[in-house]
């Protein structure tokens, strides 16, 4: 069945370093990639997501590459701050138009301070 | 903008008894809600996809009449966990779209079922 991968499932990182997020998805209908922050306890909040027809996006620190070819998508935090400690879900739609999605596992970032 | 609302926040009730719990979007019509069910540490796990005026859509291992679906208005979407039980305890979250690829997520619920 369709699936998303996502590594690593836990990250630690230095404050002010780089922080890299992996995914694999397996449906190649899938034309939108949303990433996810999300803090203990509360909702899912939208950090940048990106569609098919584009390769890169960038938002500030947050940036997003996709590999159409490869089924690979990568979040990319740089400059971390202890403020982006969290867990970041990556999701793919499940083919086109449905508007669903299939959530990765989740990865939990620490930014050590 | 896309602020979506969910009540309660939180829930504690006896087993066997039924919960509602209601997701708005406050700022937008959706077209489609979406409820998910989250485990301490893990992923959400889609539940059910419902349309405004339509049946929701189940997905598979989820009991369409444990967990009732009803989408009155475009940004209304209610969730009944029916006759609940320990096991249904868990994280509930449901999210909303404006009919394109975008989900906009509530607060969530967290169901404790004693």
């Known amino acids: 069945g369709e699936n998303v991968e996502q590594h690593p499932s836990t990250l630690s990182v230095q404050e002010g370093d780089s922080a890299v997020i992996k995914c694999t998805y397996s449906?190649?209908?899938?034309?939108?990639f949303p990433w996810y922050k999300q803090e203990l306890g509360k909702r899912p909040q939208l950090i940048i997501d990106i569609r098919s027809n584009v390769g890169e996006k960038k938002d500030q620190r947050i940036a997003v590459t996709l590999n159409k070819t490869a089924k690979h998508f990568s979040l990319h935090i740089t400059e971390t701050q202890p403020e982006d400690s969290a867990v970041y879900f990556c999701a793919a739609s499940r083919g086109a138009g449905t508007y669903k999605y299939i959530f990765g596992t989740g990865t939990r970032l620490k930014v050590l301070a | 903008g896309a602020v979506v609302s969910q009540h309660p926040s939180r829930v504690i009730c006896k087993s066997g008894t039924s919960v509602k719990i209601e997701c708005r979007s406050l700022d937008f019509q959706a077209t489609t809600m979406f409820w998910y069910r989250q485990f301490p540490k893990q992923s959400l796990m889609l539940m059910a996809t419902?349309?405004?005026?339509?049946?929701?859509?189940?997905e598979q291992g989820v009991e369409k009449d444990k967990f009732l679906i009803n989408h009155a208005s475009l940004t209304l979407s209610t969730l009944t966990v029916t006759s609940a039980h320990p096991e249904d305890s868990s994280f509930y979250i449901c999210s909303a779209s404006q009919g394109e690829d975008t989900q906009y997520f509530g607060p969530g619920t967290r169901l404790t079922v004693l």
């Open positions: 449906d190649s209908a899938s034309n939108y």
């Open positions: 419902s349309n405004e005026g339509s049946k929701a859509t189940y």
